[in-house]
């Protein structure tokens, strides 16, 4: 079986796993993934995505479809004859073995000869910053440091496509922010191929050069990061990826350039067409960011359009933003964050306050599905 690059590195064909009794864990899975690409599975447990990376590891049978990586069909390769490696989120490091012959270890197992695999163990040491702790057992490393040594064990082999399963999920947020670039990195430096999973969609947007979110065995939406964000296909998308106002309506103005969409607490003009008729019903995705509070009644130009009016129920304070929950008219409440790009303000809109909320024509997704 062979594939063309165009085609994709590791090609993912109309994937099934049903493990009988009604569970169908992964639902006709594809998707065609490019050399180098960092590709993201993220969904909420259950959904399907360790099930799809076990296939590719070759833990799990597929019921139907094929898995082809770099123009073979990988059915029937058992998991160590596959070139692939996968790490786990337990990193499982031999804690009586030094950090080098951890590196070592597979490379020994394989019988490659001893300078090689000197050499191979510190060229992935000098990759992972750490050649200085060669001789250091695990616990005597941090949890970031004991990460990028399983990296540089998982990377000793050369493997053409590199697993993740949730790799950073034993580390603090802190460390967990500063080790996702650095993983990145490393993995772009080496140019491996991989595919990670994770429910974690932070970890996913930063890693991540294309994000699949998946749900009940289907992937709803792959897209780059900044694409799923900001053009979400569903509403389960929009609400899954970040924070979000979804506002139920009906489209009463149908205009090739505009559309009006009618809600509950205000008019959505939204500066473009959209594929749907008058009195169609929709959801207005509006991103927290993406609206502005104020004491006075904005200046819009689009008249009575995107703005509404309510009361600060709720605040909290992240150091660089602020979360306002504003109660409107209808008893909704609408999720606004804001900058604080100045320390002192005389003018602070606080609780209880009446405020405007309000935002541009550019700042809605209209979803129908
Ligand atoms: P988590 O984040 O909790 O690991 P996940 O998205 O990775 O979740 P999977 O582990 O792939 O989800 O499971 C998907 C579905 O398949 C679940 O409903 C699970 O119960 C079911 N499942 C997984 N493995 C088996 C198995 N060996 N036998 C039967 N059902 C299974």
Redesign the pocket.
């Known amino acids: 079986m062979t594939s063309t690059p165009q085609a994709g590195f590791l090609r993912i064909d109309d994937v099934v796993k049903d493990?009988?009794?009604g569970?169908v864990?992964?639902n006709h899975v594809s998707v065609d993934i490019a050399k180098g690409e960092i590709f993201a599975l993220l969904?909420?447990?259950?959904?399907?995505?360790?099930?799809?990376l076990r296939m590719l590891a070759g833990f799990e049978t597929p019921t139907s479809g094929r898995i082809v990586l770099d123009g073979k069909d990988l059915a029937g390769l058992p998991p160590y004859a596959r070139p692939l490696n996968m790490m786990f989120q337990s990193y499982a490091l031999f804690p009586h073995l030094t950090v080098w012959d951890n590196i070592a270890f597979g490379l020994r197992r394989d019988k490659l000869p001893a300078a090689e695999v000197a050499a191979r163990v510190e060229t992935m040491l000098k990759l992972v910053q750490l050649g200085k702790y060669g001789k250091r057992k695990p616990h005597q490393l941090s949890g970031g440091q004991q990460q990028r040594v399983a990296l540089a064990r998982s990377l000793a082999k050369k493997p053409q496509l590199l697993l993740l399963d949730e790799p950073l999920g034993a580390l603090d947020k802190k460390l967990r922010e500063e080790t996702q670039i650095e993983l990145v990195n490393i993995i772009e430096e080496v140019g491996v191929t991989c595919v990670m999973?994770t429910?974690d969609q932070e970890e996913a947007m930063t890693m991540a050069s294309r994000i699949a979110v998946?749900s009940e065995?289907r992937f709803l939406q792959v897209g780059a990061p900044a694409d799923i964000y900001e053009t979400p296909a569903t509403r389960f998308v929009a609400d899954f990826i970040g924070n979000v106002n979804l506002m139920d309506g009906a489209v009463t103005v149908d205009q090739p350039d505009h559309v009006v969409i009618s809600c509950a607490d205000c008019t959505h003009y939204v500066g473009h067409g959209i594929t749907g008729t008058e009195g169609m019903e929709v959801t207005v995705a509006l991103r927290p960011e993406k609206i502005q509070l104020s004491r006075d009644a904005p200046a819009g130009e689009h008249g009575p359009h995107n703005r509404t009016r309510g009361k600060v129920k709720n605040l909290a304070y992240f150091g660089s933003f602020t979360v306002f929950h504003i109660q409107l008219p209808s008893g909704a409440m609408l999720k606004v964050s804001q900058n604080n790009s100045e320390r002192h303000r005389d003018d602070v809109i606080t609780w209880d306050d009446e405020v405007w909320a309000h935002w541009s024509p550019s700042a809605h997704v209209v979803l129908t599905q």
């Open positions: 493990f009988g009794g569970a864990a992964v969904g909420s447990s259950g959904c399907g995505k360790t099930t799809l999973v429910h998946m065995g």
